[in-house]
């Protein structure tokens, strides 16, 4: 089940920050990045994020979650995260169809490392193109993607 999750609250956002770091530990491999800057967000981050988090919940275990914001019908996808235990579940695609058919946007942006083909084939899924390749002041190639309703 898809929720939005109430992350002021301390014991959901220890629960986001717990599947992020999990998750994030696996594309820090992938990356071949021990300092990947996902991994230093702490629980306190997350309860004063001004972004909205959704959780696929599966028995009370939030499973995955996806965090975003929104700016009148346009959607930016700030991270989307699995807890190893759920991956090849389906639930990325889950929480990706969700936003892009449930909140009535136009528009969603979202970039993600370039070696991280898994989010990129997810992303190219769902109509996402690539507009930009980039390296910020951490050094990650990372690339960025859009998504149109028209």
């Known amino acids: 089940m898809i929720t939005k999750l109430k992350h002021h609250d301390e014991r959901i ?3 986001i920050w717990c599947v992020s770091q999990r998750s994030y530990s696996v594309e820090a491999e992938l990356i071949g ?3 990947f800057p996902p991994l230093s967000r702490t629980v306190a981050d997350i309860k004063a994020a001004k972004s909205d988090f959704y959780g696929y919940v599966e028995s ?3 499973a ?3 965090e975003i914001e929104m700016t ?4 930016e996808i700030h991270s989307l995260v699995v807890d190893p235990n759920h991956f090849r579940k389906g639930i990325a695609d889950k929480l990706m169809c969700f936003v892009l058919s449930e909140l ?3 528009s969603a942006w979202v970039e993600t490392a370039v070696v991280n083909e898994p989010a990129i084939r997810l992303y190219r899924k769902h109509g996402f193109v690539e507009i930009e390749r980039f390296t910020p002041p951490h050094g990650i190639k990372k690339l ?3 998504y149109s309703s028209s």
């Open 13 to 15: 956002a220890k629960q």
């Open 33 to 35: 990045r021990e300092d």
């Open 60 to 62: 009370d275990d939030v």
């Open 64 to 66: 995955a979650v996806i």
């Open 72 to 75: 009148e019908l346009h959607l």
């Open 104 to 106: 009535h946007i136009t």
């Open 144 to 146: 960025a993607l859009l």
